[in-house]
């Protein structure tokens, strides 16, 4: 078992910056790689950012990319979501996941753990 507690939601104006942090506790961390999400009301769960259990490896989602950066510390067991020209349209809940997997993968019902997520939004 895996268990990940996000933090670092809130309100930011348009044009602003947030980091999420997202620690994870049990299994060994460096196995997984990790994922954030995004869910806001009335969508689907979307895919934002990966990266790889080495850190070596990222993807991110087009609509984020230029814009958020995923780090991870494996020292610290810990997944960053470093999130810049924050945009309205980037309001939602936001969710880091973990995946034993080797190879980044974007879709939600692919990862094995979740956690509660937190609040980002945007102000125009």
């Known amino acids: 078992q895996v268990q990940l507690v996000e933090s670092g939601g809130g309100l930011v104006q348009a044009g602003g910056s947030l980091r999420l942090s997202c620690v994870a506790s049990?299994?060994?961390?460096?196995?997984?790689?990790m994922g954030w999400f995004r869910q806001a009301p009335g969508k689907e769960r979307e895919f934002a950012a990966a990266?790889?259990?080495?850190?070596?490896?990222?993807h991110l989602a087009g609509s984020v990319k230029g814009r958020f950066t995923i780090t991870r510390d494996n020292a610290k067991n810990t997944v960053y979501l470093q999130m810049n020209s924050l945009k309205p349209e980037d309001t939602a809940v936001y969710y880091c996941?973990?995946?034993?997997?080797?190879?980044?993968?974007?879709?939600?019902?692919?990862?094995?753990?979740w956690g509660q997520g937190t609040q980002v939004t945007v102000s125009s």
């Open positions: 996941a973990a995946d034993l997997n080797v190879v980044l993968r974007t879709a939600p019902y692919e990862y094995d753990y």
């Open positions: 049990g299994r060994a961390f460096s196995n997984y790689a």
């Open positions: 990266i790889s259990w080495s850190g070596g490896s990222t």
